[in-house]
């Protein structure tokens, strides 16, 4: 059972590589969004057209931008948003909203300062970790139902 997983969230850190490298092995394709902050930012003036005015100009981004994460999203078994420490991602927080509307399994990631802040998005997931590792954690444990060595969550 080959699992499809939408990774979603901050892109300021190296958290996707370490669940893709960590998930090396198991039965599972990745996707996510553009992570190239100015292609992603720009990639509707590069392609469509430059605009005189900044909404426009983001307007045309967040479009295109849309193709790919709604597309990802509803092919997606299981959706991981990370929420960073940097940043307000409020695309983050659309992306769960949406998962969570489409009846994905959902997997949020964040630090304690976050907890209170995302409650309600929190409450939304199947699970909530603070650590890539969990999430690789949680994959190895769906699909073949194995658990980590003793001593790394018991």
Excluded at 4 to 22: A, F, M, N, P, V
Aim: charge should be negative; hydrophobic fraction near 45%.
């Amino acid at each position: 059972m080959t699992l499809k997983i939408y990774l979603s969230g901050e892109i300021h850190t190296d958290w996707r590589e370490q669940i893709i490298t960590g998930a090396a092995g198991l039965d599972v394709v990745f996707d996510g969004p553009v992570t190239d902050h100015a292609a992603s930012d720009d990639c509707g003036v590069a392609i469509m057209g430059a605009e005189d005015k900044k909404f426009w100009h983001d307007n045309k981004g967040a479009n295109l931008n849309a193709i790919r994460t709604r597309h990802g999203l509803q092919n997606a078994d299981i959706v991981v948003v990370r929420f960073g420490d940097k940043y307000k991602q409020w695309n983050a927080a659309f992306d769960a909203g949406y998962a969570a509307a489409l009846g994905k399994s959902l997997i949020v990631m964040h630090g304690p300062e976050h907890q209170h802040p995302l409650k309600e998005v929190d409450a939304a997931a199947l699970a909530v970790v603070e650590e890539p590792q969990q999430v690789v954690d949680i994959l190895a444990y769906v699909l073949n139902g194995t658990l980590p060595e003793k001593g790394a969550g018991l």
